[in-house]
């Protein structure tokens, strides 16, 4: 197995009698081809197709740089926004939070309970009257002013403060309904009358 | 001897300049001898051209590397072809067999045998040959490189390298038989 036969010697040396196909024309034609595109000689060179693969280098040149450029300016401009949202998610410490607590704490005592609840969103609490809590405007200041400046107005709106007893107040130019309105009384009495 | 060796300097000096005469002439000259050694690789004529006509492309690429004082031009360009050639040959089949054996008794071909047939009878035989079994025979029987040589050249045991081999030989008694000239 590990040495050569003596058969093996002689289909070796019959081997090296093998006809020749006569080829060496068509090879060397094909080798020049492919001698021209791979490695050109000044004197030889084909025009059309370098001018063609030097188009083609250049174009994917360029469409690989411009894709790289997209990515690095995508890359740039999403840079800072990850850090915003991993500076906002970032987990607080407590020491933090009992502080920002006792600040907002504060604030309660300077700032109107109107603000104070539009900084608890959070804190639930049962109102009896929601209504008397809403502030209500005055859209006829606010048209006054808009048509005095022609312009919208920059002050803030007058909000005037909600009245719940309607009850109680009295316009004295009216008169009461009395049990005599809705008394029939025919036209004839009604001229005597 | 001498000016044959001055030639061939001054065509590897030519094909080193890209000059496409050196280029022609070199070859014109190395294809008598290295054409068969492509042919042996191949399944036919057509197929032997293809992989000469890659092999001169690596040596006229490469000749950067050859250097004259470390070896002959003829056994650097054998070795590119055999290299080229066995290329071929891996495109077409896979070397990895799980069946290896260390040891396996040859079978006995008388040398009469194959002095009743021709070179391309003998030629057609090989070729009949599974692919990987033709790579091993070849570089075993006829380029003479020992199993371990082959093994690290295909990428392979030296087991899977006697495997092959033993199964060539009993495919060519087989074959030799089948043309009665056992």
């Given amino acids: 197995m590990n040495e050569r036969t003596t058969y093996e010697q002689l289909i070796a040396r019959k081997l090296e009698q093998l006809p020749l196909p006569d080829f060496s024309n068509v090879i060397w034609e094909n080798l020049q081809k492919q001698l021209d595109a791979d490695m050109p000689v000044s004197d030889n060179i084909p025009a059309k197709p370098l001018v063609g693969k030097n188009l083609l280098l250049k174009a994917c040149f360029a469409i690989i740089t411009a894709i790289i450029l997209t990515v690095l300016l995508f890359l740039w401009v999403k840079k800072p926004l990850i850090k915003e949202k991993i500076k906002m998610s970032a987990p607080v410490k407590k020491e933090q939070v009992l502080q920002k607590t006792n600040e907002e704490k504060t604030e309660e005592q300077h700032i109107p309970p109107f603000r104070s609840i539009e900084n608890k969103p959070k804190s639930i609490s049962l109102i009896k009257h929601p209504a008397a809590l809403i502030p209500l405007v005055d859209s006829a200041a606010l048209m006054r002013d808009s048509l005095s400046n022609h312009t919208i107005s920059t002050r803030k709106p007058v909000i005037s403060k909600p009245s719940l007893d309607t009850s109680t107040y009295k316009n004295p130019e009216i008169k009461e309904i009395t049990d005599d309105d809705y008394r029939l009384i025919p036209e004839r009495k009604r001229k005597k009358q | ?182």
Avoid at chain 2, 9 to 34: M, P, T, W
Avoid at chain 2, 38 to 59: H, P, Q, T, V, W
Avoid at chain 2, 92 to 110: C, L, M, S
Avoid at chain 2, 153 to 178: C, I, M, P
């Fill in chain 2, 1 to 182: 001897m001498q000016a044959q060796e001055a030639e061939i300097a001054l065509i590897v000096k030519g094909c080193l300049a890209n000059d496409r005469k050196a280029q022609e002439a070199l070859f014109r000259h190395f294809y008598s001898f290295l054409m068969p050694v492509a042919m042996r690789y191949s399944r036919d004529e057509l197929d032997g051209a293809d992989i000469l006509n890659r092999a001169f492309m690596k040596i006229f690429k490469s000749m950067q590397t050859f250097d004259l004082g470390k070896g002959s031009l003829y056994a650097w360009t054998k070795r590119i072809v055999i290299n080229e050639g066995l290329d071929h040959i891996k495109s077409r089949a896979k070397f990895n067999y799980t069946d290896e054996i260390e040891f396996i008794d040859d079978p006995a071909i008388d040398n009469s045998a194959i002095n009743k047939i021709n070179a391309e009878e003998l030629m057609a035989i090989i070729r009949q040959l599974p692919p990987a079994t033709h790579a091993v025979f070849i570089l075993y029987a006829i380029e003479g490189y020992k199993h371990k040589e082959i093994a690290e050249q295909l990428q392979v045991s030296e087991g899977t390298s006697k495997w092959h081999l033993s199964e060539a030989r009993k495919t060519l008694r087989h074959k030799l038989e089948d043309l009665n000239v056992i």
